[in-house]
């Protein structure tokens, strides 16, 4: 099992252009999440979403668009990009009823300049 | 408002002693919360969990204990070894809720 695929891995935008983060999970999880993690800030929970065609907002949505069209893919659309979108974005997939464990993919480093 | 807070940025603990991380969490409809681990460049990673029904929850050299009426909890690593030097985030969630929270993490660093 290839678990939690993010891509890509590094990205640098330029203000004002547009870009989606693909997250793609093999373990047939309900539960999807994007984070972001910004230096001394911990994982803010950006979107997540309980099943297909389900999505709802986290902590920190504004500037961020997903969808969830197949129990696989979740991915983050990120529209006119900003300075402040620059972070590490985590992608996390979740089957609740195994107690809550999350597993995240290796991250996404998106430079916004 | 921070629901999950990690007042400690980082931690320093000689190889062999104890490491003690501590998490306070502010929302009482919090019942289930994890301990990942995160290196450089890596996803975080599950390390354990408890339930709100328990107090205490043991796995091999981690072991979280979770004082409801305190509303915190704390991770113990007992001994610490060097390949323990990492970022470690504590998460809480609810019974009703599907969000995960996360506090902003302490760095670990283990000295030889």
């Known amino acids: 099992n290839a678990g939690v695929t993010q891509t890509p891995k590094f990205r640098i935008l330029k203000i004002g252009q547009s870009m989606t983060l693909q997250c793609t999970q093999d373990m047939n999880h309900n539960y999807m999440y994007w984070y972001r993690q910004d230096p001394g800030m911990g994982l803010k929970l950006i979107y997540y979403?309980?099943?297909?065609?389900?999505?709802d907002k986290g902590e920190v949505p504004n500037g961020y668009n997903v969808s969830r069209s197949t129990t696989e893919d979740f991915p983050l659309r990120l529209e006119l990009a900003a300075p402040s979108q620059t972070s590490v974005y985590f992608c996390?997939?979740?089957?609740?009823?195994?107690?809550?464990?999350?597993?995240f993919g290796e991250g996404s480093w998106l430079t916004v300049v | 408002d921070q629901q999950v807070k990690q007042n400690s940025p980082s931690l320093s603990v000689q190889e062999g002693r104890i490491s003690i991380l501590n998490c306070d969490y502010t929302?009482?409809?919090?019942?289930?919360f994890l301990w990942y681990k995160k290196y450089p460049a890596e996803g975080p990673t599950f390390l354990i969990s408890?339930?709100?029904?328990?107090d205490k929850n043991e796995d091999g050299r981690f072991t979280v204990f979770l004082n409801k009426s305190a509303k915190h909890l704390s991770l113990h690593i007992v001994p610490s070894q060097p390949g323990d030097s990492a970022v470690y985030f504590c998460a809480a969630t609810g019974n009703r809720d599907d969000k995960i929270i996360f506090g902003k993490g302490t760095r670990l660093h283990i000295l030889p």
């Open positions: 408890i339930s709100s029904i328990k």
């Open positions: 996390a997939s979740s089957y609740p009823h195994q107690g809550f464990t999350i597993y």
């Open positions: 929302n009482s409809m919090f019942d289930y």
């Open positions: 979403s309980v099943g297909a065609g389900i999505t």
